[in-house]
């Protein structure tokens, strides 16, 4: 695959290499602060945080036979930066940046018994460190954790610190006792039982969706079951399910957002899915930060029911929109201001499953038209056009590689490119690809040294403020003097705004008060509901008339089939 690289060279614009720098050794992730001020490792020693410009070392939190495989960096004051890491145990842990020293905060899933060890399956950090939420199995058991942090206290606690070690003339911290994590908000993956409540008008849909979602697997089964390789499908609560969660900032006419309208950027729920589900689930934050028994499990607040199965799901950055991709090439977008769905769309990627959907101009999202980038399993990569009052469309952006080597392991849409998105390959090609004219803008081209290291996971950051992509590469075997000898792994650093043909594309990020949402009126928002109606009474007519032309045509087939499996 390295040799079929080497030898066809890229065709069109290219970007080359800006500069490099040596990596720690195995270095498993990269995390860019908001801010583009720092960049964070994980590596086989532990984790580092590098100063972005110039690109030198600030700090160091070594520790042997740590690996570090995931990490994340959120800024939470001026100066002070949250980081949130997995080890190759499944070790969840919480430091802080500060003065140029790494703190460990604490530690997520603390194994108090050796028989119920618990693994950390995600772990993810709101924006600003105010929550984390992380996944544990244990013991086949599986659930999300969500955590409180005391972010105020633990910035008192680190200028105490700092100034104690000045003081002492000390750079240790190992006898400070940082202020421990709260009771977590423990979700489970909902089960139907008897003794299930829930308050308010969830009570009789909530338990009828469950049994939707249980009925659905069900039937799937039981249609392959002449397949004697068939499985039965798996209960609720086993630990193969995954979650996916998603924090989500203040949406008029939210329950529980008028009293955080002066905190635009602090999140105020959590929305949920588990895999083989189709329904999305909201929980409020507040609710966990009251004192309540730790044995009591959260019931979700909002429910939105979809008619298929969950496969992906993304969140515009206002978070005001989510989007699912859903079993049977369905796109579905709900708008967490009215409450309903925005708009349902169907691909042409009847053949091949979701795997992942995202907003490609997430800095630049309106209700009139929202861009989002769907990628299948078979490496067909679609977009769809949608919004309120248009008409919604899809377009085949790339079609199903002939070749396994194209298929795309990395598409992250580029923040600072208008429509745009960052697209690596298993082969190690790397491109920007434009979403409108369905053509890469240019090729990133690496040193002949160096290749990109793990092309089917390839370890990369995006600086957004800085218009920068690092990634790491490892040394090309035929130019090292052994072949015994260990590849030396490099920092590869691409500026984007440094080739003329991306400088078209070079967008200015909106400042935080584009970003925050407008706290409207219920008139108005009654309003614009009915606006959006009326602009789309088309579109709604056209779905009527195919749902009724489906239900006719299913009414006079499903007499014959039923006939048909009597005889047989």
Known sequence: MEAAFKAEK?????????SAKKLPQNTNCLACSEDGRYLSLGHSQGLSVWCVSPLI?????????????SIQMTRMAEAAYLLGTIDDMGVARVFAFHCDKIHLLSVVNIMEDINKRSVCLTFELSQGGHYGAAT??????????VHHFPSETWLKELQTTVSQAQESNSSGDKDVKWSPLSVPNKIQPPEISAGMSLKGPLKDIFPHYLAVDVDTRRHEWEKHSCNTNAEKPKQTNESTRCCTQHFLLPCPLFPGDSKVKSLPDLPVAVCVWWSGSHYLLQYLL????????????????????NAKEILCSAVSRCT???????????VCVWDRQSGSQLSVVSTSAAHSAFFRIQ???????????????????????????????TQSCTMLLTERPKDSGDLPTITAPVPFLQSTFLVVQRNGKMFIQDVINKAPLCFLIPPKTHLIATPCNPVYALNTKQQTLFIRGNQDSSYRESSKKVS????LIFHFGATDILKRYIVSPPSPQQESLSFVTLEETCNRYLQQRALSVDERNKAITQTWKRLQDTAVTAPQRHSGAEAN
């Open 320 to 330: 005001r929109y989510i989007a699912l991709g859903l079993n049977n090439a369905l």
């Open 57 to 69: 070392s600030a700090a160091d939190w070594l520790e042997d036979r740590l690996e570090i495989t």
């Open 488 to 491: 030396q792994s490099q920092l």
């Open 10 to 18: 890229p065709r069109g614009e290219t970007l080359e290499l800006s």
């Open 136 to 145: 544990i199995s244990c013991n086949s058991a599986i659930w999300l954790e």
């Open 286 to 305: 507040q609710k966990a930060q009251k004192n309540k028994p730790a044995d009591v499990e959260p019931t979700p607040d909002v429910l939105w029911p």
């Open 359 to 389: 907003f490609v101009d997430y800095c630049h999202v309106s209700a009139d038209e929202l861009r989002l980038l769907v990628v299948c399993k078979s490496g067909e990569i679609h977009t769809v056009t949608t919004g309120r009052g």
